[in-house]
């Protein structure tokens, strides 16, 4: 089911001629003029309506939620359409006018907010953030206002913070006093400022608060007089109260035992997130970062990439990243809240193309759909060449099966003999080898670390920002505690930071972490690994790592948590 605003015949004309200006260059033809229509549709110019239907064609039902899509180009909006349900309940179709949420394609409203105020001289993006947020702990190094842009500060990850207080997103209604105290109150980094990228929303949360105080106004009416009652973004506003009813608003939905149930973002929690709009609105939007209709200073900042302290360019900007698909260049982010997915992109490149993805399916994949449509629209793109792959050294890859540990968030990764010959990541595919001697795991690469023996002590995964993160190998193979070694953990652990005190316990032969008594996580033994200060005995539950200390006596002392934005919680032993 979908509802179309389409351009007509007329106002195509521009959009088949850039066409045509691709497929004719890259063939070295003499490019067709733009305005000639005729001259397009003779040379077999794409049908863009056909492309987005071919893209969205799983969500082409009336039984299924679905994307809302908008395109357009040299500034003129091309195509506005919606495919699939916006309410399931009473049978409501996605259109171009219907309403969705942002999830973190929101953060470059809230740079722009903060940008605007460094236009009208009320702050710079290299001032000391206590400067207007007092409470944050003094760290080793001042976290600036660009840091908290770019993700590069090393605070800890709200959402996992309140998660591990027992309470995830969903559970409780959480608003910017709260989540700002738990943000402030974390004493410690997941490493030096500006040393690392490490996405958090909590930066971006500050941000809000800070933007409040350096204009004088509440973030909602700041950004409604400042960005979009001058931008005509007529359909955008926050969701900063989430009890509010907002006509044309789409349900969100998750699958679940073979059918969709309502998984809607109840919490007031906005800036990082929360951005309630449609895809014109979106366009809109895009046409004023190319224009920098807002600003010079805005224009050019917003897209400036950070550099970590050790000079190395990430591909984050403010709010924004800057990176390439099929060769061009591409400014984007994506986003998801709850059961919203979404993804918005230009591309300079190619007449300042402009697509947005708005979906109402929890792990819809907005961003494959935008780049589904730039497949469809301009065939002269390299494809990514294969992986050229050799025959590996069967010896050094069985060298390779062990237990590594994240240096960083002490997450363990676990090679296994594959069958048939081989190693892969536990339940993966086989680990293949690159002409260059690097392995390919998926689509990771690695690069050994072995001893002179031969022996593989760890390797080394680069990222796409040019860092790369080191893995240590800890054992052989993957740990089996003993009813005692268990038994030994059992007790309760104490965090003021997040004020929270864990529970552990063996149940049934396997340990449990509980932060309340209706909230229970069963643990898998990993490994246990010898180290300079005691011991550490880790295990896994889901995508985090928990892990035991002890002290040179062998008591065990804390329990931490380790994850992808939150690298070393510590939980104290309680005596």
């Keep these: 089911m979908h509802r179309i605003l389409i351009a007509g015949p007329a106002q195509l004309r521009p959009l088949l001629g850039v066409l045509l200006v691709a497929a004719a260059t890259s063939a070295g033809a003499q490019p067709a003029p733009r305005n000639e229509a005729s001259a397009a549709r003779a040379n077999g110019a794409v049908d863009l309506r056909a492309i987005t239907d071919r893209v969205f064609a799983q969500w082409n039902s009336t039984h299924s939620p679905g994307c809302a899509v908008g395109v357009a180009q040299g500034g003129t909006t091309r195509l506005v359409r919606g495919y699939g349900m916006a309410d399931l309940t009473n049978g409501i179709a996605i259109d171009p006018s219907t309403v969705l949420e942002s999830g973190s394609v929101a953060k470059q409203f809230l740079s722009t907010a903060v ?9 710079a993006l290299d001032d000391d953030a206590r400067k207007y947020i ?3 702990p003094v760290y080793s190094r001042p976290i600036t206002v660009r840091h908290l842009l770019t993700h590069t500060s090393g605070l800890r990850e709200w959402s996992n913070l309140v998660d591990w207080q ?8 959480y608003t910017q006093p709260y989540v700002f105290d738990v943000i402030t109150r974390q004493k410690a980094l997941n490493y030096p400022v500006g040393d690392f990228y490490s996405y958090t929303n909590s930066g971006f949360l500050l941000l809000r608060t800070l933007v409040e105080r350096v204009s004088g106004q509440p973030f909602a009416e700041f950004t409604k007089a400042r960005i979009f009652v001058p931008l005509g973004m007529t359909h955008t506003r926050w969701r900063d109260d ?7 608003l789409a349900q969100a939905y998750s699958a679940r035992g073979g059918e969709w149930v309502l998984n809607m973002p109840f919490d007031n929690v906005i800036g990082a997130g929360g951005l309630l709009t449609t895809v014109d609105d979106w366009l809109t939007w895009n046409a004023a970062l190319t224009s920098k209709k807002l600003g010079q200073a805005w224009g050019d900042s917003i897209t400036r990439r950070m550099r970590l302290t050790n000079g190395t360019e990430i591909q984050y900007a403010l709010g924004l990243i800057q990176t390439t698909y099929r060769g061009l260049r591409e400014i984007s982010h994506s986003g998801s809240t709850a059961g919203y997915s979404t993804f918005l992109a230009r591309y300079p490149e190619r007449d300042d193309l402009s697509i ?12 494959a759909h935008a780049h589904g449509i730039v497949d469809g629209l301009f065939a002269d793109l390299p494809r990514a060449a294969s992986p050229d792959t050799v025959a590996g050294n069967p010896a050094l890859l069985a060298r390779l099966a062990g237990v590594y540990r994240n240096t960083r968030t002490n997450v363990a990764v676990v090679f296994e003999n594959a069958p048939g010959g081989g190693v892969r990541r536990a339940g993966g595919a086989a680990v293949r080898t690159l002409r260059d001697g690097v392995l390919l795991d998926g689509g990771a690469r690695l690069r050994l670390d072995t001893a002179a023996d031969g022996r593989v002590r760890g390797y080394r995964q680069p990222t796409a920002d040019g860092d790369s993160i080191a893995f240590v190998r800890v054992a052989d193979g993957v740990w089996t505690p003993s009813a ?5 953990f059992a007790g309760q652990y104490r965090n003021d930071e997040i004020g929270a005190t864990f529970t552990v316990a063996v149940r049934d032969g396997r340990l449990s972490v509980s932060p309340r008594a209706d909230a229970v996580d069963f643990l898998t033994p990993v490994y246990r690994e010898a180290t300079s200060a005691g011991v550490r005995e880790s295990f896994a539950s889901g995508g985090d790592a928990v892990w035991f200390t002890r ?19 510590p939980f104290a032993r309680v005596p």
């Design 134 to 136: 007092p409470e944050l």
């Design 551 to 569: 002290d040179p006596r062998g008591r065990v002392t804390a329990l931490h948590i380790g994850s992808a934005r939150v690298w070393d919680m």
């Design 356 to 367: 947005a993805v708005l979906c109402n399916a929890a792990g819809a994949p907005a961003t």
């Design 166 to 173: 027992g309470w995830p997103r969903g559970t409780r209604v």
């Design 484 to 488: 005692a070694d268990l038994a030994a």
């Design 242 to 248: 989430y009890t509010r009813t907002v006509p044309r």
């Design 115 to 123: 940008l605007l105020l460094m236009q009208d001289g009320k702050l």
